[in-house]
């Protein structure tokens, strides 16, 4: 399973990004569709997430201001980050679990993106 994020770049203080990460590959079921951030110098942290049944987990620092959404028959996760400020500057990851087709039989899988940059100006 592959995983294609877009989007990103630079942005003022109070603006708006939206992201996408699609999944594709011999895709069963996805269970969990998120993303996770790391600023320079710290850990990487969950930003936000969506289980296959809508419901959705967002990190205090975004409430808010993100909102997590999926399109299903695109495989594909949109956070629609709003009021972004300075410190949400990081490279972004997208990460996918699920269940997928091997040939001869269904088995998990865990993939993450290449990670975006996303650089908020103050």
């Known amino acids: 399973v592959q995983l294609q994020a877009c989007g990103g770049g630079v942005v003022q203080a109070g603006g708006s990004l939206r992201l996408s990460c699609a999944a594709s590959g011999s895709i069963v079921r996805i269970s969990v569709m998120g993303w996770d951030r790391q600023a320079p110098g710290k850990e990487r942290e969950l930003v936000a997430s969506i289980i296959s049944g809508g419901t959705t987990n967002y990190a205090d620092s975004v409430k808010g201001r993100f909102t997590i959404s999926t399109d299903n028959a695109k495989n594909t996760v949109y956070p629609q980050m709003n009021s972004l400020k300075p410190e949400d500057t990081a490279v972004y990851y997208c990460?996918?679990?699920?269940?997928?087709?091997?040939?001869?039989?269904?088995?998990?899988?865990?993939?993450w993106g290449q990670g975006t940059q996303i650089t908020v100006s103050s």
């Open positions: 990460n996918v679990n699920g269940k997928y087709d091997t040939g001869t039989s269904f088995a998990t899988f865990g993939s």
